[in-house]
């Protein structure tokens, strides 16, 4: 059984087996190293992806420690961790200069929080209720509205739901529903603990990660481009105006910006933000 598969499938194996044998060997590797075994991992290389994950396991440890207490046990938590850290040595590419804990961290926590979500929204809910949960959140999604006017309504009917199961599940169930006239829903007016902190979190990082990003630009196509998209704080600018102070046309500072823009768009680049895409 490879390392990867005992990773993803035994959380028991994380915090007991491997944990206890292995953590004290799990010592990160050089800048360079993570350059050669990305390069390795990309051809196929499984002993490199299980040398990379095996050589940054203090790391999960580290993140799993700030989710304690927070609904599952510690080797749950690092367990699903893990899953974030094999896919982000899946991705990662050492060429482009970041040390491989910087792109990690943001897939190492996503995975952590989904899983957390994932048990609040099933515990305490009987087997048999699965079915009328699942129907009743698909129909309440479809008609727009709250749960309660959904079991009450006629597309309901049939839908006999336990009160007190509902109100266990109701939590997770209804983050994405409108609650108000608005269309606000209950994840955008408000959220857990560990949801605020890591939305914080993950802002620094994004912050962070464009800015590494951008900072492969030669000087010119960074100021175009962060003029462009108001990166500094300030207001988005035209073409035009960018281009002035710059002592170059309008079209010159568009082919600047294009050329710019076609480097971010490599993937060596977007890998950096591609965390991001889904949040």
């Known amino acids: 059984m490879s390392y990867e598969v005992k990773l993803r499938n035994n959380s028991e194996y994380s915090s007991d087996k491997l944990y206890r044998n292995e953590l004290k060997k799990s010592i990160p590797v050089s800048k360079e190293e993570e350059v ?63 040390r491989f804990t910087t792109y990690a961290v943001r897939w190492i926590r996503q995975s952590i929080i989904r899983d957390l979500r994932t048990i609040v929204s099933i515990s305490h809910i009987p087997d048999n209720h699965y079915d009328k949960i699942s129907k009743l959140t698909r129909l309440a999604k479809e008609q727009g509205k709250s749960i309660e006017d959904t079991l009450e309504g006629e597309n309901g009917e049939g839908l006999i739901v336990d009160s007190d199961v509902l109100r266990a599940y109701r939590p997770a169930m209804s983050l994405d529903y409108a609650i108000d006239d608005d269309g606000d829903s209950l994840s955008e007016t408000t959220a857990s603990p560990y949801t605020l902190q890591d939305q914080q979190f993950e802002k620094n990082e994004l912050i962070s990660n464009v800015k590494k990003v951008l900072s492969t630009l030669d000087k010119r196509e960074m100021i175009i481009v962060k003029k462009y ?19 170059i046309t309008k079209e010159r500072t568009r082919q600047i910006r294009d050329k710019a823009l076609k480097k971010l768009r490599h993937p060596s680049k977007a890998q950096y933000l591609e965390p991001y895409y889904s949040s």
């Open 229 to 247: 998209f108001g990166l500094d704080g300030e207001e988005p600018e035209i073409l035009e105006k960018i281009g002035k102070p710059l002592g």
């Open 36 to 98: 050669e075994l990305s390069a390795r991992i990309k051809n196929g290389d499984k002993r490199a992806l299980d040398k990379f994950v095996r050589c940054n396991l203090r790391f999960v440890v580290n993140v799993a420690r700030e989710y304690e207490n927070r609904g599952l046990n510690f080797g749950e938590l690092i367990s699903a961790g893990n899953v974030g850290l094999i896919e982000a040595a899946k991705k990662f590419d050492g060429k482009m200069g970041f």
